[in-house]
């Protein structure tokens, strides 16, 4: 069955960083595109980044570029959102999610974690 | 590419047809999808490709348009029906969701 499960959020303060881990079951990385997304309390979705799953290519939105990155660990089948210099403005539910093989948009999802950036 | 939706909110009784729109500010193709969002879950893929129907979505949901303008249709409101949802175009980077439409039982 796939499965996606994102962890790390937290509280963090406005500057700091934090990184996020998508651990995928049921297929591997390697051979996926995985999506970012995030949902600010109480609003709609928002994309973040579009990255294969070997980490080698990545798109970012305006908006977090040359803030985000990311990076891979194949043994443990996880990819890692690096998120630097925080905004309170990115404040978020933040999604991975899995590309489908057929189509540019995303089928399965995890349950997402939540990133708070307060002082 | 900006996206917008409406409406924002609507009021439905189950088995009504209701229908949400979805205009995108420039000519996207049929890359477009439909997302159904209840509180606190993920986002769930209903419709790509404008008007394809993703596996195990019940048929009563149907997808139609291209270039600009699109619709979302539910044929009969069953009462797990009612949530947010949400359109977005992936013909060109960054990807845009629309702001959402949020159906409420009346």
């Known amino acids: 069955e796939v499965q996606l499960a994102e962890s790390g959020g937290g509280l963090v303060q406005p500057g700091g960083s934090l990184r996020l881990s998508c651990a995928a079951s049921?297929?591997?990385?390697?051979?996926?595109?995985i999506h970012w997304v995030r949902q600010a309390p109480g609003k709609g979705l928002v994309w973040l980044s579009r990255v294969r799953g070997n980490g080698d290519i990545a798109r970012f939105a305006d908006s977090v570029k040359g803030r985000f990155s990311v990076s891979r660990d194949y043994a443990k089948n996880t990819l890692y959102l690096q998120m630097d210099n925080l905004k309170a403005e990115d404040t978020a539910v933040y999604y991975c999610?899995?590309?489908?093989?057929?189509?540019?948009?995303?089928?399965?999802w995890g349950q997402g974690t939540l990133v708070a950036v307060s002082a | 590419i900006q996206m917008t939706q409406s409406p924002s909110s609507l009021s439905a009784s189950l088995g009504d047809r209701v229908t949400i729109i979805c205009r995108a500010s420039h000519d996207i193709g049929d890359n477009l999808g439909w997302y159904q969002q209840k509180p606190g879950q993920a986002p769930k893929l209903l419709i790509y490709s404008a008007s394809t129907l993703q596996s195990g979505v019940p048929s009563r949901f149907s997808g139609s348009g291209s270039g600009t303008d699109f619709t979302l249709t539910i044929s009969s409101l069953q009462p797990e029906d009612f949530a947010t949802y949400f359109c977005v175009q992936d013909s060109t980077y960054p990807y845009t969701f629309a702001q959402g439409t949020k159906l409420e039982i009346k």
């Open positions: 049921g297929f591997t990385l390697r051979g996926s595109w």
């Open positions: 999610a899995r590309e489908m093989a057929t189509d540019t948009l995303f089928d399965y």
